[in-house]
């Protein structure tokens, strides 16, 4: 069952600010697309930032990548996103972002370890890493081809993340797990490394996936030792070249005016004022809605939202 135009419009422009305000897209990276039919995909545009995506922006491509519906251009990455659906038919929705941390961790040449976490392992599995392909090329689909078909989440060496699933809520809470994984492993590693499941641990975990209803699509976590060469495949670390490090050397203090006395009188919104950037006294308002920037603001975008949707059904 595929969803309707409106609803999937309503929630490419939620779930593209919900992934920008949660760091896991920069700029104009990423997209996001909903499938409509057998035929044709709803995707978000190229050159537009997900934090100012809107009701309208959205085109149809059929599954060859003609454009089908909108004024826009296709996103140049729109070929992982029609690669995710050949694969699998029944994946009805795709994000490609670029998380930092799990990036990062194909950078480095490291596993993403998703074999750690007991509600990963069971909602998620042993992610996968395509070897690397330039960004655009054919190379790129056809490097996640055998992985998406075993998997609903995996990462692009050097590049970002794909995650699918029957909606852009479940795509989108697999790339936000992946990251927060991600996140933990770095601070294990800090802490002096991860220590593994035994099999025997993995294998009850991964026996919940039936009590809890997950069918999602993985490759099941493996002991290490008993870890299939098919599994977290990271690319082979990049040699190091070694680089002259210059000491660090602290610029010179220069001295400071002294700060003017603050009196009494002086009511707090001024001192506000100065901290967060220039709103003074007879404006001492806060912005209640900032488009950019980290933070929850969940009910604004819902707000927009339905303000867009009630004038889009008047149009129509
Ligand atoms: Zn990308």
Not at 66 to 77: F, I, M, Y
Request: aromatic share 6%; charged share 20%; net charge negative.
């Amino acid at each position: 069952m595929f969803p309707n135009e409106l609803q999937a419009r309503k929630d490419i422009v939620y779930y593209s600010h919900k992934t920008h305000a949660a760091g896991l897209v920069t700029a104009t990276d990423g997209n996001l697309s909903v499938r409509l039919d057998d035929q044709h995909v709803l995707i978000t545009p190229s050159g537009l930032r997900k934090e100012d995506m809107h009701i309208d922006a959205p085109i149809v491509i059929d599954m060859d990548g003609n454009l089908v519906a909108g004024d826009r251009k296709p996103s140049t990455e729109y070929k992982v996103h029609l690669e995710a659906y050949q694969q699998r038919p029944d994946v009805k929705a795709v994000i490609h972002a670029h998380p930092p941390k799990a990036i990062a961790f194909t950078i480095a040449g490291a596993p993403l370890d998703t074999c750690m976490l007991p509600e990963v392992v069971v909602t998620m599995g042993d992610v996968p890493i395509a070897p690397y392909a330039a960004p655009s090329t054919d190379a790129l689909p056809e490097s996640m081809r055998d992985l998406i078909a075993k998997s609903d989440a995996l990462m692009l060496a050097r590049h970002g993340s794909v995650t699918v699933g029957p909606c852009l809520s479940e795509a989108f809470k697999r790339l936000e797990k992946l990251e927060h994984n991600a996140e933990i492993m770095i601070y294990a590693r800090m802490l002096g490394g991860a220590q593994p499941f035994s099999e025997n641990q993995l294998q009850e975990l991964q026996g919940l996936r039936g009590f809890y209803g997950i069918n999602t699509q993985q490759i099941a976590c493996a002991a290490p030792g008993a870890r299939p060469a098919s599994g977290s495949s990271a690319p082979p670390a990049q040699p190091v070249v070694p680089q002259q490090v210059q000491p660090y050397q602290a610029p010179p203090v220069q001295p400071q005016p002294a700060a003017p006395a603050v009196s009494a009188a002086n009511n707090n919104n001024a001192n506000r004022g100065d901290r967060f950037g220039g709103w003074h006294d007879g404006e001492a308002q806060a912005p209640t809605y900032r488009r950019s920037g980290a933070g929850n603001h969940e009910p604004e975008i819902d707000e927009l939202v339905d303000e867009i949707v009630a004038r889009v059904k008047q149009r129509l």
